[in-house]
C-alpha cells in the first residue's frame, strides 16, 4: 500500500495553453520541483495534467523531477471502436500516474454524469491509475449542506470501487471565479469528505484536495482538514506554484511541532 504525501498539490491546464507554451510552463515547473524540498524530501507530491497530446512529452521534461503526470480524461472502455476516446491502458503505458474524473465543465458542457463519471472512476483505478476525482455542490450552500451533499456524491460514485483515490472537492460555484470559497466552508467539506474516506479501508492512501480559485495565500489557512490543493488559472506562472510550495514546507513544518508538544 502507497502510504499518501502530507500535502498534494495537483494543476489542470484545462485548454488554455498552447503545445509550446504547455512545454515551456513544464520546464519550469520541472525545474522548481526538482529543487525545492517540500517535493525532494516527498513531504508534497506534484502532479500535473496538460492537454492530451503534451503527455508523453511533458512526462519525459519532468523525468527525475519528482512531478508526476496524468490525463483530464479518460475513457470508459479500455479498447476498441471509441473513435476519439482515450483508454486508461493507454494512458498507464505512457507514463501517466492520474486521470482526472468528473470535472464540473465535463459534467456541465459535455453532459456527463455520474454513470459516465462513476465508469471513468472504475477504468481509472482498473488500469492503475489514480482518479482524481472531481465532486462539489452546484450552487453556494451553508458548509453543512455542502457537506452533506458532497459526502453523499463521493458514496454514490465509488460505490463497489477499491483503491487508492485522489478526492478534488470543487464547489462548482468557486470553479473559474475571482476567489475561491470561504476557509471555513473548503475545511468543513473536506473535513467531512476526509472522515468518509479514512472510514474505508478500501481508499487507504486516499487523499482530499481542494480546487476551486485556489492559489497562494489559501494553503496555510485549510490546516490539516485539506490535504493539499487542484490548481487552475493560479497555477500559470510557475513562481505561484513555487510559492504555494513553500506554504506546504511551512504548514507541514507547523504541523510536525504542533504533534511533537
Ligand atoms: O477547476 C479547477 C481545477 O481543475 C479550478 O480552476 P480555477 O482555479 O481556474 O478556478
New binding site residues.
Partial sequence: MRTAPAVTIGI?LKMYLGHHQTLNWSRRIAAIAGRHPAVTTGLAELFVLPSFPALVPVASIVAGSGVRVGAQDLAAEDAGPYTGEVSGAHLKEIGCDYAEVG?AERRRLFGEGDTVVAAKTAAALRNGLTPVLCVGELNQTSRDDAAARTVAELERLLYGLTGPVVVAY?PQWA???PRPASTEHIRTVCAALSDWLAGRAEFAGGRVIY????GPGLLGDLGTDAGGL?????AHDPAAVETILDEALALHGAAAEGASV
Avoid: D, V, Y
Avoid at 211 to 214: K, P
Avoid at 230 to 234: D, H, I, K, P, V
Fill in positions: 489542470s470535472h470543487e470553479i473559474g471565479a480546487g476551486g480559485s485556489a487542484f490548481l487552475g488559472r493560479f
